[in-house]
């Protein structure tokens, strides 16, 4: 049995930074590729980025890009996005997923809500 808490979103601005953290309770953490996606209002739920258990190759959404970084902390149970250079079109409902393969969800939270104002 796997679950997932994300924390970490909230309300900043524009160029802003924020830090999100997702715990995963389950015994075998280091097995899964950890990913975050991410839904707007009205749009469908999208790969923003994940990190692969083997390897921690990490993969990124272009929207992302040089602004997002993705990382784990094996020892803990955790995964982590660190979101630097917000911008409206970032808010959106942050999902921490694992999975079998980066981009892949098998297992999700409950979500944390971000929005950037302007």
């Known amino acids: 049995q796997v679950q997932l808490v994300e924390s970490g979103g909230g309300l900043v601005q524009a160029g802003d930074s924020l830090r999100l953290s997702c715990k995963f309770f389950?015994?075998?953490?280091?097995?899964?590729?950890m990913n975050w996606f991410r839904q707007a209002p009205g749009k469908e739920r999208e790969f923003v980025a994940g990190i692969d258990w083997r390897t921690t190759d990490t993969t990124y959404a272009d929207s992302v890009k040089g602004r997002f970084t993705i990382s784990r902390d094996d020892a803990e149970n955790m995964v982590f996005l660190q979101m630097n250079s917000l911008k409206l079109e970032d808010t959106a409902v942050y999902y921490c997923?694992?999975?079998?393969?980066?981009?892949?969800?098998?297992?999700w939270g409950q979500g944390t809500q971000v929005t950037v104002s302007s």
């Open positions: 389950g015994r075998t953490f280091a097995t899964y590729a």
């Open positions: 997923a694992a999975g079998l393969r980066v981009t892949r969800g098998d297992y």
